[in-house]
């Protein structure tokens, strides 16, 4: 019998009730689909079909958003929330992001009003799947999330006039905004059962591996490794954001900006293993090129990963010999 592959209905939420072929209920209407449920429906030989399924990521986000929220305001009115709560709170939709379409995902998160939080989410899953790319345990996975997701926690105390200021910021104001990883931190050491690594990540996303960045000039083994991955994840999602004062760069841009620097300002493993997985994860996904043209990626080309094989109305393009680029996620919903 040949397999059957459901895997493209990981993050989707049932529409229908699903039944096994003797009419046993095996997943009821309104499940969540994850790996689980897709080897139960493989045991049985039932296929799914997209009429079963409804695309959730919006949904998801939307809730996700409200979380993030109230964790916020909550610390922020100095209400003790300790690293379990806010675990419980939010991790089950942040590995529900993390298992669903990553180009649907960072869209989604892109089209948000609430730039704060949808940035911090969008932080949060890249960590978790860097982090789950590099090994990590799963106690260690949902602590760097965790991480991820306060990382910019003392931003809250920073003016406005200086977040939200389209034009360049003059030195004071420039000081006064690099103000809000030492405050950040400072919140987050205060919160229980928090680890020292986790309160790391807020002081040290922008350190750099060569010492050139903020607030305290760290380096290399000065830097934590949680810090450092939020660090990857935390530039590439500000990238590829839109902001008042910014157009999102094209990602293919982004990608190789990242890659160009994996050997100054970023941990080179890091960033390999980052390049390399969301590259393979995205095979199959739509991406808007340059020409305006939507195309299907079809095989990562191991000697240049940002530039991969893409198809498109029956064409086959390679985009290491082609002016054309990726410009942006397309929506594969």
Not at 6 to 21: A, K
Not at 77 to 85: D, K, P, Q, R, V
Not at 245 to 262: M, N
Request: hydrophobic letters at 40%; aromatic letters at 8%; one cysteine or more.
């Amino acid at each position: 019998m040949i397999p059957i592959d459901n895997t493209t209905f990981i993050g989707r939420r049932l529409s229908n009730n699903i039944y096994s072929r003797q009419g046993s209920l095996l997943l009821p209407k309104s499940t969540i689909l994850n790996d689980h449920n897709l080897d139960l429906l493989q045991q049985h030989g039932v296929n799914l079909w997209d009429a079963d399924t409804q695309l959730i990521t919006e949904f998801i986000i939307d809730e996700t958003i409200s979380e993030v929220q109230w964790i916020y305001e909550k610390i922020h009115s100095t209400e003790m929330l300790s690293n379990e709560i806010i675990r419980q709170k939010v991790m089950p939709k942040i590995q529900q992001l993390c298992s669903n379409n990553i180009s649907n995902v960072l869209l989604g998160l892109r089209k948000k009003d609430h730039y704060t939080y949808q940035h911090c989410i969008g932080v949060s899953v890249l960590s978790y799947l860097i982090g789950k790319w590099l090994g990590l345990t799963e106690e260690e996975l949902n602590d760097l999330a965790v991480a991820g997701l306060l990382h910019d926690l003392g931003k809250a105390k920073i003016p406005d006039s200086i977040l939200k200021k389209a034009d360049k910021l003059s030195w004071d104001e420039y000081a006064e905004m690099k103000r809000h990883t030492v405050l950040g931190y400072e919140i987050i050491l205060s919160l229980p059962n928090i680890t020292a690594q986790q309160a790391l990540v807020a002081l040290q996303h922008h350190e750099r591996e060569d010492g050139s960045g903020y607030p305290y000039g760290k380096s290399s083994e000065e830097i934590a490794y949680f810090s450092k991955i939020v660090a990857v994840a935390d530039v590439f999602h500000t990238m590829v954001s839109e902001r008042v004062y910014k157009k999102p760069v094209p990602l293919y841009q982004v990608l190789q900006e990242i890659y160009q620097r994996a050997f100054g300002l970023f941990d080179p493993v890091i960033v390999q293993r980052f390049i390399i997985n969301l590259m393979n994860r995205m095979i199959g996904d739509s991406v808007l090129l340059s020409d305006g043209k939507v195309a299907r990626i079809v095989m990562i080309n191991p000697d240049d990963l940002v530039n991969p094989l893409v198809e498109s109305e029956g064409q086959y393009y390679d985009l290491r010999w082609s002016k054309n680029k990726i410009m942006d996620f397309a929506s594969n919903q």
